[in-house]
Nanobody, 118 residues
């Protein structure tokens, strides 16, 4: 069993930055492929980033909508993943969720609200 707790959301002006964190409890964190997703009001959940499992890699993938602006990373020693969000736009406004996946296991956090507005 893995529990995920996101933090770091808030209100930011367009062009600003935020860093989200996702702290995981439980064993085997490095085995989990970690992901970030978001869901804007009235829309479907959208993939934002995936960070590969493993002990030494921070290889990550992104959709075109955030590529070059968002950076995902993980610290296996702290059982934590991060999402550095730069050059934020109003359309980035959403609840951001952390996901942990390994074999048949799939866990979600409760989400953290990010609002980009002037």
């Amino acid at each position: 069993q893995v529990q995920l707790v996101e933090s770091g959301g808030g209100l930011v002006q367009p062009g600003g930055s935020l860093r989200l964190s996702c702290a995981a409890s439980g064993n085997g964190f490095s085995n989990y492929r970690m992901g970030w997703y978001r869901q804007a009001q009235g829309k479907q959940r959208e993939w934002v980033a995936t960070i590969a499992s493993g002990g030494t890699t921070n290889y990550a993938m992104y959709p075109d909508s955030v590529k070059g602006r968002f950076i995902a990373s993980r610290d296996n020693a702290k059982n934590t993943v991060y999402l550095q969000m730069n050059s934020l736009k109003p359309e980035d406004t959403a609840v951001y969720y952390c996901n942990a996946a390994y074999r048949n296991y799939d866990y979600w956090g409760q989400g953290t609200q990010v609002t980009v507005s002037s």
